[in-house]
Structure formats: structure tokens, C-alpha cells
């Protein structure tokens, strides 16, 4: 089964952002939102069918964290 939804500018554009090569919007939407984890089974479920890393920008995480260590070391 499929539905229409209204998505404005900004929400289709970070779609597009996160969605690889010959992706679906709905796998985008299920890779980025998955079902809620309520229990351990679930999570352990999500975390077996985990695809790639956690963050979409590893790169950022890692400026960011020399960037709060400099400010650490400065004092």
C-alpha cells in the first residue's frame, strides 16, 4: 500500500541529502526514521539491520569534537 503526502521544499531537499543511488524515498524515510524501540528485542533488531554509521556526518562530529578539546586545552 502507498500514500500521497505534501512534503514542502526543505523536507524534500533533505531527503534528497540522505538518499543514495537508486534509493526509494520511502527506504530513505525508513532508514532515517525507523519504527520506536521499545524494548530490547527491538533495539536489537534495529541495531542487526543497521545500515552504515549512526551520524550522516562523520566528518563534522570529529571537527566538532577537536574544536571542544582545543577550548578545553586553552584554559
Known amino acids: 500500500m502507498s500514500r500521497n503526502v ?10 534528497e541529502a540522505h538518499r543514495r543511488a537508486g534509493e526509494s524515498f520511502s527506504r530513505v524515510v ?14 536489537e533488531k534495529f541495531l ?4 552504515g554509521p ?6 563534522m ?5 577537536e574544536r571542544r578539546a582545543e577550548r578545553k586545552n586553552a584554559h
Open 6 to 15: 505534501n512534503l514542502d521544499d526543505e523536507a524534500i531537499a533533505a531527503l
Open 30 to 43: 525508513k532508514r532515517l526514521a525507523p519504527p520506536p524501540i521499545k524494548t530490547f528485542g527491538d533495539l
Open 48 to 51: 542487526d539491520q543497521l545500515d
Open 54 to 59: 549512526l551520524f550522516s556526518d562523520l566528518e
Open 61 to 65: 562530529l570529529k571537527r566538532a569534537r
